[in-house]
């Protein structure tokens, strides 16, 4: 594997330049909607700026929404789908299940859009979008994004079930997982820095708070301060569904502290804390833990290369109308 510099560049926006693909990728293009929706990108960023106001989570939700979308048989707006008598959706997958959030901030985006230029931008484009401008808004990097992504016509649980790495996957299977997208151990390195925000359920990591792979035992592993706390948050009969930060040192801000963390064995998730167990990524984590600019560069070429995964363009899939919806008249 090609190794990146350990330099940072001097500001983001050139970081970012210099690794983009060409200005175009199939029929995929950054000025796709100049022309038929100019008011795409202020729209997006009032409704993604409206939703962190009333709820700071939404960021790391709408960043995880992109990512199982894209995961789960490429990006194409499957997971925002709700059941038919056709298929079950993605929604109600184990690793989705009163888990995902940010479906409403979508909604009221695309029903903004239908206003403005009804049937043009696809549910999945605001998705990628969405998720960029979270990021910025969270103190983090900005990156173009190529347009002009069509939205699927179907969702599938079982995929969702199959495909979607889990905390509780040892790094080679995740890292497996990651192949088959045509990502690589790098991009599940950049990509897990996205922890960096956001929440994580006790049932996520109770297992190394009291019992760690039936040692009846915690996980030798964990911070002992950092294991104190967690055990008062999530007492070993207490509710599994309370939350804790995955970052306990900048909740709501981008940044690189995530690594800092991994660093100092105070990764939340066991898919986390295990990057420092391969020499490979631990190396990648160090350099990341130093470098913030590094680590935002890599991040925008990892986030460019997931969404394009599996990708609909020019006929096929659609525009849905509704997000949640296929549109049956196609």
Not at 125 to 144: K, Q, Y
Not at 161 to 177: G, M, R, T, V, Y
Not at 194 to 205: D, K, L, N, V
């Amino acid at each position: 594997m090609a190794s990146r510099s350990l330099f940072p560049c001097l500001t983001v926006f050139f970081c970012v330049i210099s690794i983009m693909a060409p200005l175009t990728s199939g029929q995929l293009d950054y000025s796709y909607y100049d022309r038929v929706c100019p008011v795409l990108p202020r729209i997006i960023r009032w409704n993604v700026w409206s939703a962190l106001r009333n709820d700071s989570r939404i960021a790391a939700s709408l960043l995880r929404l992109h990512f199982h979308d894209c995961f789960v048989n490429g990006c194409d707006g499957s997971v925002l789908l709700d059941d038919t008598n056709d298929f079950k959706g993605e929604k109600n997958a184990a690793p989705n299940r009163n888990s995902i959030r940010g479906f409403e901030t979508i909604d009221n985006i695309k029903a903004d859009l239908e206003r403005a230029c009804p049937l043009t931008v696809s549910c999945v484009d605001i998705l990628t979008l969405a998720a960029r401008e979270v990021v910025v808004m969270s103190g983090g990097p900005f990156w173009p994004v190529l347009l002009g992504r069509r939205d699927g016509l179907t969702a599938s649980e079982k995929a969702a079930n199959d495909q979607l790495p889990s905390p509780f996957e040892p790094l080679d299977k995740i890292a497996a997982k990651f192949t088959d997208k045509g990502l690589d151990l790098r991009d599940v390195v950049v990509l897990s820095g996205a922890h960096t925000i956001g929440f994580a359920q006790c049932f996520t990591f109770k297992r190394r708070l009291f019992n760690y792979q039936d040692s009846g035992k915690p996980d030798p592993i964990l911070d002992s301060s950092m294991l104190s706390n967690l055990q008062s948050t999530c007492p070993e009969e207490g509710s599994n569904t309370k939350i804790t930060p995955l970052d306990i040192q900048s909740v709501t801000r981008f940044d690189n502290a995530y690594y800092r963390n991994l660093m100092n064995n105070s990764g939340l998730l066991e898919s986390d804390q295990a990057l420092m167990s391969n020499s490979e990524t631990a190396d990648m984590v160090k350099s990341y833990s130093l470098y913030p600019y590094l680590f935002y560069q890599d991040f925008t070429a990892s986030m460019v290369k997931l969404g394009n995964v599996g990708v609909l363009t020019g006929e096929t899939g659609q525009i849905r109308k509704v997000c949640g919806s296929v549109n049956y008249y196609y």
